[in-house]
């Protein structure tokens, strides 16, 4: 039987976004759900365009819900723009919840995915243990996955980790350090050099900048660090995306939760390919975090997930290489609450784009991925 199925669990066209004239508008073709598994969690997704044309989708699934220990990598595939997608597939499964997952095919034609591990969900049981008012079978389970390891091993465990393949994807290393984290993972430049920008994790005063590699993602190392804001704590910086424009210059996206400015996105750019960074600077933009693209005609485009009403995921235009961005474009309306976002878009060959993210809707028991076909007007 052809492992490649067609999902139509939910249908929702969009009106077109009412912005002003002159401005770039988005008008939504499709929406969809796309995960095959609803007895799932489903989280921090990243979409990523192959050469081939194949597009590939990382997220954190089979879990349980937003914080649990049950966290894995998840990947499947398109061959038909989005139509259908492959049943999932396990790359990371390890004894620690696997978060966010984030997607590159490099230069050469290696795969990349990204996670980070984490012990969150630590307390959450603990206070249910102190409690006593879970039911016995959720107790069990999670106290089991706890448990596979001990408290020094779970603590060494933690870490930010990439995956790669060299092969299409058919098989991949085992997890190895890449020095930071952020949501989608890194970037290729210009040169063929890979950056990463992020923030280190589990250290006693983690770095927030980029790290490089120059041997297709085998190794990293550290870079640059990018400078807080007169008055911000660097820790309040969070999930960074990066983008390389046609003349060179890097454009990074920050999540803000600094009380300036807080959950607005803030913006750096490097010229020097990512040695030196100029101090973040709002960009009148609330939303987070972002994911970077640039279109084939050298434009920038941001995607980012707004939790407040409307709920959904809306996206932005730079003209200019990030010196100003458009008015948003809704491409997505419709949420319940706040447990949303996490969108990446790719442009597909007709200039059409397609945007996932991860939501929690009302007719399905956890969260779920969906999927925008749009185009810009």
């Given amino acids: 039987m052809n492992p490649i199925f067609l999902l139509t669990l939910v249908l929702i066209p969009l009106a077109t976004s009412s912005l002003t004239a002159g401005e770039p508008m988005a008008e939504v073709l499709a929406t969809r759900v796309i995960s095959p598994q609803p007895e799932y969690y489903c989280g921090w997704p990243t979409v990523a365009r192959m050469k081939s044309g194949r597009l590939i989708l990382v997220w954190s699934g089979r879990r349980q819900a937003h914080v649990c220990p049950f966290g894995t990598v998840e990947c499947m595939t398109s061959h038909d723009n989005g139509t ?11 004894a620690t919840d696997d978060r966010d997952a984030g997607v590159l095919e490099t230069p050469k034609g290696s795969l990349l995915v990204t996670t980070f591990t984490s012990l969150a969900y630590e307390p ?11 039911d016995e079978e959720r107790m069990t389970r999670w106290q089991g996955a706890r448990d596979r390891l001990t408290a020094d091993q779970r603590q060494a465990d933690l870490g ?18 890449c020095l930071v984290n952020s949501p989608h993972g890194p970037i290729a430049l210009s040169d063929g050099t890979l950056l990463y920008a992020g923030k280190q994790l589990w250290l006693e005063n983690p770095r927030v900048g980029v790290a490089i590699s120059k041997d297709d993602g085998v190794s990293w190392e550290w870079l640059a660090e990018i400078p807080a804001r007169s008055g911000d704590d660097p820790n309040d910086y969070h999930e960074l995306h990066a983008v390389q424009c046609d003349t060179g210059k890097i454009v990074v996206h ?13 913006q750096t750019e490097s010229t020097d390919g990512g040695r030196t960074w100029t101090e973040p600077h709002p960009i009148g933009v609330w939303g987070l975090p972002s994911h970077l693209l640039k279109l084939r005609d050298g434009r920038l485009l941001m995607s980012y997930g707004h939790r407040r009403p409307p709920f959904g995921n809306q996206a932005r235009i730079s003209e200019d290489e990030g010196e100003t961005w458009s008015q948003p474009m809704r491409i997505s309306e419709d949420g319940t609450g706040g447990d949303l976002g996490y969108p990446s878009t790719v442009e597909l060959d007709d200039g059409t784009l397609l945007t996932v993210w991860y939501e929690k809707m009302r007719q399905f028991p956890h969260s779920v991925l969906r999927q925008a076909t749009w185009r810009l007007k």
């Fill in 124 to 134: 959450i049981l603990a206070k249910a243990e102190q409690a006593g008012d879970w």
């Fill in 160 to 177: 930010t980790w990439m995956l790669r393949s060299t092969d299409g994807g058919q098989t991949w290393s085992t997890r190895f350090d």
């Fill in 84 to 94: 259908t997608w492959t049943y999932p597939r396990t790359l990371l499964d390890s």
């Fill in 254 to 266: 920050i999540r803000n939760h600094s009380v300036s400015n807080s959950r607005e996105t803030l």
